[in-house]
């Protein structure tokens, strides 16, 4: 089993930036692939940004050129850093595992608890 804790959500100002964290612990061998999810309630869960094992990222179109993920094998964490935040990218933000390459939520095996990052204008 994997277990994913997420950190790093607050409130912040138009503008502002924030660092969202990701640390995994157990059988984290079998994940290929690790993602930023938004969720907000009554809609679908949508990628923000994903990374696989060999440091590939992908990138939803609201996040190209403001967000940037990365991971530390040694701490075995994800990071999102969040820059030039708009209301618009308040929600609840959710980190994921795959063990297999994917973009598709549905396929992600492991999913942290979330953490809500708000916005102000």
């Known amino acids: 089993q994997v277990q994913l804790v997420e950190s790093g959500g607050g409130l912040v100002q138009a503008g502002g930036s924030l660092r969202l964290s990701c640390a995994a612990s157990?059988?984290?061998?079998?994940?290929?692939?690790m993602g930023w999810f938004r969720h907000a309630p009554g809609k679908q869960r949508e990628l923000v940004a994903s990374i696989t094992r060999t440091g590939s990222a992908n990138y939803a179109d609201s996040a190209r050129g403001r967000f940037i993920i990365s991971r530390d094998g040694a701490k075995n964490t994800v990071y999102l850093q969040m820059n030039s935040l708009k209301p618009e990218d308040t929600d609840v933000y959710y980190c994921g595992g795959a063990k297999v390459p994917t973009l598709n939520s549905e396929r992600y095996d492991y999913w942290g608890q979330g953490t809500q990052v708000t916005v102000s204008s």
């Open positions: 157990g059988t984290i061998f079998s994940i290929n692939v």
